[in-house]
């Protein structure tokens, strides 16, 4: 019924006390410098790229989760019913599901094998998804020279740090080639992931040994305090064999205090 699918900010100024001429002209000359490139560096650093405004800050671990969209369980009843349907004539179900937008409820029909009082009590079920976290990573957003930025993460969303955004030409590149802007996103609220809008990359290539495709998109909710990053990877054999199918979503809150930075280990005692 889903349609059956981011120098270390430091005080460079020089020491006022009593004893700082006294020191050797050669470190005074070395601290300087040191104090330049400072300087530099703030005024001459890139601002965050507008597709991470609002969502991150550079060097700065922050906690999310991966997880799922699910209804009830409750709802697999009718699922089932709707699946019965479908195999009983499916050139019909097919045409009937390609007019609903992917990810949203179909509207009601007869033939989906669920009766008005069935169907209501689904579309009741599938308002009450919500998020399932099953594993907690730490996403950080650092930029290199050329104003290129990379989001690392941990975990599962360890592959996001193969990808950097170039803020230039508004493009990620990864392993497989450069993911292009597509339209903007903004999600129908009774989709899957429910109210949200964002942007969204993407790769496709397609040769002699196969096909290729990876989409990221990168957002915000509409109606709660979360951010939202999803990640799919596919490769198809030429003979149209699955060879990877890799999905990933991503959320993390806003405005929220960032992830703790790891304890230094405490030196040994002698």
Same mark, same amino acid.
């Given at each position: ?8 900010? %430091?005080?460079? !100024? ?11 002209? !050669? ?20 601002? &965050?790229?507008?597709?991470?405004? +609002?969502?991150? /800050?550079?060097?700065t671990p922050m906690k999310a989760q991966i997880g799922l969209v699910l209804p009830p369980k ?7 019913? &709707?699946? &019965? ?6 050139? %019909? ?9 992917? +990810? ?11 009766? /008005? ?15 399932k976290g099953i594993e907690e990573i730490v996403l950080v957003l650092r930029e290199s020279p ?12 360890? @592959?996001?740090? @193969? ?9 990620? !590149?990864? *392993? ?19 109210? %949200?809008?964002? /942007?969204? %990359?993407?790769?496709?290539?397609? @040769? +002699?040994?196969?096909? @290729? ?13 979360? +951010?939202?990053?999803?990640y799919r990877a596919q490769e198809l054999s030429s003979e149209g064999s699955r060879l990877l ?5 991503? !959320? ?5 205090? *960032? ?12």
């Amino acid at each position: 019924m889903g349609n059956l699918n981011k120098f270390i900010p %430091w005080d460079c !100024r020089l020491s006022s006390h009593s004893g700082a001429s006294n020191l050797p002209p !050669r470190f005074m000359k070395f601290h300087a410098t040191l104090a330049a490139i400072a300087t530099f560096g703030i005024a001459h650093s890139a601002e &965050v790229p507008k597709i991470f405004a +609002g969502l991150f /800050k550079p060097n700065t671990p922050m906690k999310a989760q991966i997880g799922l969209v699910l209804p009830p369980k409750e709802i697999n009843k009718f699922i089932a019913k &709707v699946e &019965v349907a479908a195999r009983k004539d499916p050139k %019909w179900f097919r045409e009937f599901s390609a007019a609903t937008a992917p +990810g949203t409820p179909l509207p009601y029909d007869e033939r989906l094998g669920l009766t /008005k009082e069935e169907y209501d009590e689904y579309l009741k079920l599938w308002a009450k998804r919500e998020f399932k976290g099953i594993e907690e990573i730490v996403l950080v957003l650092r930029e290199s020279p050329g104003d290129i930025w990379t989001l690392s993460g941990t975990g599962k969303a360890s @592959t996001l740090t @193969t990808l950097r955004y170039f803020a230039k030409d508004d493009s990620f !590149r990864s *392993p497989n080639g450069s993911l292009k802007r597509l339209e903007d996103i903004k999600a129908d609220p009774k989709g899957m992931l429910g109210a %949200w809008s964002g /942007k969204e %990359w993407k790769f496709e290539e397609e @040769t +002699g040994l196969g096909k @290729t495709k990876e989409n990221l998109a990168i957002g915000r909710y509409e109606d709660a305090p979360y +951010g939202i990053i999803i990640y799919r990877a596919q490769e198809l054999s030429s003979e149209g064999s699955r060879l990877l199918d890799k999905s990933i979503m991503i !959320r993390f809150p806003l405005g929220k205090a *960032p992830a703790a930075k790891p304890a230094a280990a405490k030196p040994k005692k002698n």
